[in-house]
């Protein structure tokens, strides 16, 4: 290094010490400073202070009030009445801090949707055209059990737009001013909630704020829900890298089983990759999922409220709390923390929606993001869900136009079923008929073996028997076997099906639900405190189908002395479940085993026993066909008896 170098070093260091000397505050300025800074500091305080003694004040006027009335409470109604945090610093956002908490509501054919001006969210949604069991409006959720939360930071505090108040901003100027607005046919509008930046009243910027901006469309259950940040990007930490939305419900009851209802209700969510999975619906929990997420539904027996990404959510935590036994009318308090990637400088927009609805699987496949996957049609066994989506909805659909009670729908759906499985039945009865003809030399069989040594030799003799005959005792078993994925669908279709929802039929008022036409005092194990009609009818139908199967089929009492017992126990044992259960489901049972009786009753009068029996006389006097493996077992056999 020269001299030269040296000395403008040395230079641009000196200028840089006199700079620093030279604008330097005096100690006049650093105290007035200080002054200014402590007095920021003590109104700070001063309102921290005051924002927690509010929140003791209206957290015990609240409990004392839930007190008084009487009502059920649980932990999550607490943790829903009272504030998840309890000294909000509103930071930027200190002009929203106060205010007043006002309803704005929007009535579609569909919903009727209220906004609340404390947090900007949807307090309330009522589904138009829909009663609870009991009568009154069906209310997805309320403004006391629930609750929803944008969290993010601004540069020296976290903020939550729950406890702050947001201003209605009127998009759609034909509603300019109005609180109630009403859509109806297929139009839509807009209408937005506005969060105000600013320190105080004459410090709040219009144009910096955070918009929600709520699209409903008068036919449809979907709501368009919009983030929109303006003017954001100078209040929110520049490194920031996600936006959290906290959203919690308490769910109501709805239906007149609530035991039923409950192990309907869960929480559903799907994959990136169109996998949809759930929580237990028997028992509390939870799962953090740190892969991508398109949806997450609180699920109901037979309503959803569903939040969905316009492109992903990046991990999402849920969790489910079942209400306690005592508590009647709420079902499950349900959580669900949702990360969403943001970058201040760059993205100035969330795309989110909702859907508050039906699930009816029709509604819900029409969006394509596997909505309908939450209605439970056996959608692990692929023939039990193609048995309910490709037959048995297609069915429904196509009776519901011609308004139909669901009582005949059920009735004809049944007859087509029947006819379809006739071939079915029509091998199961020929079956049945050839074992019975064959009893008697079966017996002589039996009676020439009588020891139990000699099991192999009966076993051989009684095959060779059926052989000669052209008898399979297997044949009956696989139309059963046929027939089982049907009688599967019908369990899970019968209970999942809103089309029976508060739908009646003779003394059933609810084909979703039980039919009561006794009332009992008192409880039985097992059973429970009522009697439903066609759950007895249909044990009884069962009863009697078995006995004329047994008195069908031809050894099974000798063979198998203890299944005999046990296919009478089943329909009673059944009694007790069915008695709960669907009365729509306890119908097709009883439908389908009185047309089964019918179908024995023709194919009898079609079927010459007679014939029949010359038929296996004169397949026994044939040579009996040996297959290929048979053969080559033989042939192994005798090569190896002339070696020895």
Request: proline share 4%.
């Amino acid at each position: 290094m020269n001299k030269n170098s040296i000395i403008g070093i040395l230079l641009i260091f000196g200028l840089m010490i006199g700079y620093t000397v030279f604008m330097a505050p005096s100690k006049e300025e650093l105290a007035a400073k200080q002054r200014a800074q402590d007095s920021i500091a003590a109104l700070v305080q001063q309102m921290n202070d005051s924002a927690k003694a509010a929140v003791r004040v209206d957290t015990t006027i609240k409990q004392e009030a839930v007190v008084a009335a009487g009502n059920e409470t649980s932990a999550s109604e607490v943790a829903l009445a009272s504030p998840g945090q309890e000294s909000q610093e509103a930071g930027p956002f200190m002009v929203s801090a106060t205010g007043t908490d006002k309803d704005f509501i929007v009535e579609s054919d569909k919903l009727k949707i209220t906004f609340s001006s404390k947090g900007g969210r949807i307090s309330q949604v009522e589904m138009i055209g829909y009663k609870t069991w009991d009568g009154r409006p069906l209310i997805l959720f309320g403004p006391d059990s629930s609750d929803f939360n944008l969290a993010f930071f601004t540069d020296v505090r976290s903020v939550n737009t729950s406890s702050l108040y947001f201003l209605p901003a009127w998009t759609d100027t034909r509603y300019e001013g109005q609180d109630v607005m009403k859509v109806s046919g297929t139009d839509s509008l807009k209408f937005a909630m506005r969060l105000y930046a600013g320190e105080s009243d004459s410090l709040m910027h219009p144009d910096s704020y955070i918009e929600y901006l709520y699209t409903v469309r008068a036919d449809r259950y979907m709501v368009g829900y919009t983030v929109n940040f303006v003017g954001m990007d100078k209040y929110i930490a520049m490194n920031t890298k996600e936006m959290n939305i906290d959203w919690k419900l308490r769910l109501p009851r709805q239906e007149k089983n609530i035991d039923n209802e409950r192990l309907n209700s869960t929480i559903y969510f799907r994959h990136a990759d169109a996998e949809v999975d759930y929580l237990s619906e028997r028992k509390d929990d939870n799962k953090e999922i740190s892969t991508s997420i398109k949806w997450v539904s609180f699920k109901q027996q037979f309503f959803s409220s569903t939040l969905i990404a316009g492109d992903m959510f990046q991990n999402v935590d849920i969790k489910k709390t079942r209400e306690p036994e005592k508590v009647t009318n709420y079902l499950d308090y349900m959580e669900a923390t949702f990360s969403l990637p943001f970058n201040p400088s760059m993205d100035k927009q969330l795309n989110l929606s909702f859907y508050f609805g039906p699930n009816k699987y029709n509604i819900l496949r029409k969006y394509k993001i596997d909505l309908e996957r939450q209605i439970p049609l056996g959608w692990s066994f692929f023939l039990m869900q193609w048995i309910n989506r490709f037959a048995v909805l297609p069915v429904f659909n196509f009776l519901e136009g011609f308004n139909l009670n669901y009582g005949i729908i059920i009735l004809i759906l049944t007859i087509l079923l029947k006819i379809v499985l006739l071939p079915i039945a029509y091998k199961t009865y020929l079956s049945s008929a050839k074992m019975r003809l064959l009893k008697p030399e079966v017996d002589e069989i039996n009676a020439k073996f009588p020891k139990k040594e000699d099991a192999m030799k009966k076993q051989q003799a009684t095959m060779t028997l059926y052989k000669k005959a052209g008898a399979n005792p297997m044949s009956g078993c696989v139309p059963m076997l046929l027939q089982f994925p049907i009688l599967l669908a019908m369990f899970r279709f019968f209970p999942a099906s809103i089309e029976l929802r508060q739908e009646s039929f003779l003394w059933a008022t609810d084909l979703s639900s039980y039919d009561s036409v006794l009332d009992l005092p008192f409880n039985i194990p097992f059973y429970g405190d009522h009697v439903s009609l066609f759950t007895l009818l249909m044990t009884i139908s069962t009863i009697i189908y078995t006995k004329i199967n047994n008195d069908m089929m031809a050894t099974g009492s000798n063979q198998m002395p203890g299944m005999k017992t046990m296919m009478y126990l089943m329909p009673i044992m059944f009694l007790g479940f069915f008695n709960s259960y669907s009365s729509g489901l306890s119908y097709y049972y009883l439908l389908a085993n009185l047309f089964t009786f019918a179908q024995m009753y023709v194919i009898r009068r079609f079927v010459n026993e007679d014939k029949l029996h010359a038929q296996i006389q004169e397949n026994k006097k044939k040579p009996i066909k040996k297959s290929n493996f048979q053969k080559r077992l033989e042939d192994m056999a005798k090569q190896q008896g002339r070696k020895k």
